[in-house]
């Protein structure tokens, strides 16, 4: 103890004080402020930048679930139209279907009419022609008949004849 | 936290441990030194190589008035001493400002106005014309002092820390206006200066009031630890072995807390809450005394610690020519070299240890809480 105040000296102590007061408030001007200040800007520019991109990320979710929902939405819709086209088409085809079905029939019933009416008309005529041939001929043989008297008489008898058996 | 407080239980021990085999060291030394001169009385040169070992090491602790790297005999039989002198400021009936180049190494007398000084074990004394020096029964100059506020070598090598420490982080503090990022220096200075901050200043203060005490923290961190390293380095500079510059530290720490002091602080030391009203008055005393021994215990840690370092090394060193063979003095090359790696950890060790219980002390004089104990 007696060799630490015989060593001590006033003049290094005064010194040191000095200096080091000084030194410590130039190098809170020149450097600890600059530095500390540098230092947390950047470190709350880093935390800004990480948040930012939490942010960014989340924003990224919520806009790949909505794509998500978008995309099946559009998927679904599709597969609406889709079946309402296929059913559609089966309608009209059905449709056209049922019309030719029936546009057929009613040429076939007209064909068949006309068939009729032209078959009517063709045995009207072919009787008509029948009856003038009977007709001619039952002239031609009445003409032939009844040329002598002979067979006139022969055919009142035999007419004659039929009666009396009735 | 918890994990935080048992790497500075780890570190104290560390260096707790350090300083004691140093001292051990040491006393093993000076019982070896005695042991030897037992064994060997009377050899002539050894006796004197010993003496002029210890001088040396004692002169290298001391302070000086120039800057002398080393110093030969030269073949005329002169002593030549090889570095520059600084100026000797006097305060003695008014302001006397001379070269310390006038003492000649201690070996002349300085005559400045008319009166007359000599260096006595590197101090200044007024003294007469013929360079008279008294001692007292304990080998202590009777001479008058005058008040010495010379720019000695250790004033001077604070001066060029200072410098060195401004140029180093003005520079760092620029390289921050590139980018985000520092350049050069800064790089490898910047994780220092962010572990003070978040492992030293934060923890022991609190985010509140941290800021306040960075410049100071981060001030005398760097500078004990650039402080220390020069101290290992061949140039001969050892400023933080003076325990006027460990107590102008310690001093600043505890102004410091004194001045930061809340009410809590306070009624902490005076009238401790939570304890019976007689325990409240003897702690008081206590408390007031531990508030001085608290930058005490700084700047004798430090002190105790670099001077030890020191002695062990140069003692080692001097062993090397005191041993004069090549098993002996490549052993005690060895145990330097080894011993330098842990003055090296050390330097820091104790630039860490200062701060942190810096960073403590004010942490306690602004904490604010609860009577809960």
Same mark, same amino acid.
């Given at each position: 103890?007696?060799?630490?105040?015989?060593?001590?000296?006033?003049?290094?102590?005064?010194?040191?004080?000095?200096?080091?007061?000084?030194?410590?408030?130039?190098?809170?001007?020149?450097?600890?402020?600059?530095?500390?200040?540098? #230092?947390?800007?950047?470190?709350?520019?880093?935390?800004?930048?990480?948040?930012?991109?939490?942010?960014?990320?989340?924003?990224?979710?919520?806009?790949?679930?909505?794509?998500?929902?978008?995309?099946?939405?559009?998927?679904?819709?599709?597969?609406?139209?889709?079946?309402?086209?296929?059913?559609?088409?089966?309608?009209?085809?059905?449709?056209?279907?049922?019309?030719?079905?029936?546009?057929?029939?009613?040429?076939?019933?007209?064909?068949?009419?006309?068939?009729?009416?032209?078959?009517?008309?063709?045995?009207?005529?072919?009787?008509?022609? #029948?009856?003038?041939?009977?007709?001619?001929?039952?002239?031609?043989?009445?003409?032939?008949?009844?040329?002598?008297?002979?067979?006139?008489?022969?055919?009142?008898?035999?007419?004659?004849?039929?009666?009396?058996?009735? | 936290?918890?994990?935080?407080?048992?790497?500075?239980?780890?570190?104290?021990?560390?260096?707790?441990?350090?300083?004691?085999?140093?001292?051990?060291?040491?006393?093993?030394?000076?019982?070896?030194?005695?042991?030897?001169?037992?064994?060997?009385?009377?050899?002539?040169?050894?006796?004197?190589?010993?003496?002029?070992?210890?001088?040396?090491?004692?002169?290298?602790?001391?302070?000086?008035?120039?800057?002398?790297?080393?110093?030969?005999?030269?073949?005329?039989?002169?002593?030549?001493?090889?570095?520059?002198?600084?100026?000797?400021?006097?305060?003695?009936?008014?302001?006397?400002?001379?070269? %310390?180049?006038?003492?000649?190494?201690?070996?002349?007398?300085?005559?400045?106005?008319?009166?007359?000084?000599?260096?006595?074990?590197?101090?200044?004394?007024?003294?007469?014309?013929?360079?008279?020096?008294?001692?007292?029964?304990?080998?202590?100059?009777?001479?008058?002092?005058?008040?010495?506020?010379?720019?000695?070598?250790?004033?001077?090598?604070?001066?060029?820390?200072?410098?060195?420490?401004?140029?180093?982080?003005?520079?760092?503090?620029?390289?921050?206006?590139?980018? @985000?990022?520092?350049?050069?220096?800064?790089?490898?200075?910047?994780?220092?200066?962010?572990?003070?901050?978040?492992?030293?200043?934060?923890?022991?203060?609190?985010?509140?009031?941290?800021?306040?005490?960075? %410049?100071?923290?981060?001030?005398?961190?760097?500078?004990?630890?650039?402080?220390?390293?020069?101290?290992?380095?061949?140039?001969?500079?050892?400023?933080?072995?003076?325990?006027?510059?460990?107590? @102008?530290?310690?001093?600043?720490?505890?102004?410091?807390?004194?001045?930061?002091?809340?009410?809590?602080?306070?009624?902490?030391?005076?009238?401790?809450?939570?304890?019976?009203?007689?325990?409240?008055?003897?702690?008081?005393?206590?408390?007031?005394?531990?508030?001085?021994?608290?930058?005490?215990?700084?700047?004798?840690?430090?002190?105790?610690?670099?001077?030890?370092?020191?002695?062990?090394?140069?003692?080692?060193?001097?062993?090397?020519?005191?041993?004069?063979?090549?098993?002996?003095?490549?052993?005690?090359?060895?145990?330097?070299?080894?011993?330098?790696?842990?003055?090296?950890?050390?330097? @820091?060790?104790?630039?860490?240890?200062?701060?942190?219980?810096?960073?403590?002390?004010?942490?306690?004089?602004?904490?604010?809480?609860?009577?809960?104990?």
């Amino acid at each position: 103890m007696d060799k630490l105040i015989n060593e001590f000296s006033f003049g290094l102590f005064f010194w040191q004080l000095l200096l080091f007061v000084g030194l410590v408030l130039l190098l809170r001007k020149f450097a600890w402020k600059p530095i500390l200040d540098a #230092v947390e800007k950047r470190e709350s520019g880093i935390e800004d930048a990480l948040k930012a991109a939490e942010n960014a990320k989340l924003e990224m979710q919520n806009l790949q679930a909505d794509n998500d929902r978008l995309l099946k939405e559009a998927r679904a819709e599709r597969e609406a139209m889709l079946k309402e086209a296929r059913e559609i088409k089966a309608k009209m085809v059905a449709d056209a279907k049922d019309e030719a079905q029936v546009q057929a029939n009613q040429m076939i019933e007209a064909a068949q009419s006309a068939i009729e009416s032209e078959k009517r008309l063709a045995m009207t005529e072919l009787k008509n022609q #029948v009856a003038t041939l009977s007709l001619e001929i039952a002239e031609k043989v009445v003409r032939g008949e009844l040329s002598s008297k002979d067979k006139q008489m022969d055919l009142v008898e035999s007419m004659l004849g039929e009666t009396t058996l009735n | 936290m918890p994990r935080k407080s048992v790497f500075s239980l780890l570190l104290f021990f560390i260096a707790s441990l350090s300083l004691s085999t140093m001292l051990a060291q040491h006393g093993e030394n000076q019982h070896e030194e005695m042991e030897l001169q037992e064994v060997a009385p009377g050899v002539e040169g050894k006796e004197g190589l010993k003496k002029e070992i210890k001088e040396y090491i004692n002169h290298h602790l001391l302070d000086s008035h120039d800057f002398s790297l080393y110093s030969y005999t030269n073949d005329a039989g002169e002593k030549v001493h090889i570095g520059f002198p600084l100026p000797v400021i006097l305060w003695d009936g008014g302001l006397k400002v001379f070269s %310390s180049s006038k003492f000649h190494h201690g070996e002349e007398v300085a005559e400045v106005g008319g009166e007359y000084y000599k260096l006595y074990h590197n101090k200044v004394y007024k003294t007469n014309a013929q360079g008279d020096i008294t001692l007292d029964d304990h080998h202590h100059p009777t001479n008058a002092k005058p008040f010495d506020l010379s720019i000695t070598k250790n004033v001077f090598t604070i001066f060029i820390v200072g410098l060195l420490l401004l140029w180093m982080f003005s520079s760092m503090a620029k390289s921050y206006k590139k980018g @985000a990022l520092p350049s050069g220096m800064g790089r490898f200075l910047e994780p220092i200066v962010l572990y003070i901050r978040d492992d030293i200043a934060i923890p022991n203060i609190g985010l509140k009031h941290y800021k306040r005490y960075m %410049s100071f923290l981060l001030s005398v961190f760097f500078f004990i630890w650039i402080i220390n390293l020069l101290g290992l380095t061949p140039l001969g500079v050892n400023v933080t072995n003076n325990i006027a510059v460990t107590f @102008a530290l310690a001093i600043l720490t505890y102004l410091i807390t004194t001045f930061s002091g809340n009410k809590n602080y306070w009624k902490h030391i005076f009238w401790m809450p939570g304890v019976p009203v007689p325990m409240k008055i003897i702690l008081a005393p206590i408390e007031l005394l531990g508030t001085f021994i608290k930058p005490f215990s700084l700047l004798i840690r430090l002190y105790a610690n670099i001077t030890a370092g020191h002695i062990v090394l140069m003692s080692i060193i001097g062993l090397m020519f005191i041993f004069k063979n090549w098993i002996g003095s490549s052993l005690s090359f060895g145990l330097a070299f080894v011993l330098s790696l842990l003055e090296l950890l050390v330097a @820091a060790l104790q630039a860490y240890i200062f701060t942190m219980l810096s960073a403590l002390y004010f942490g306690s004089a602004v904490e604010e809480h609860h009577d809960d104990h």
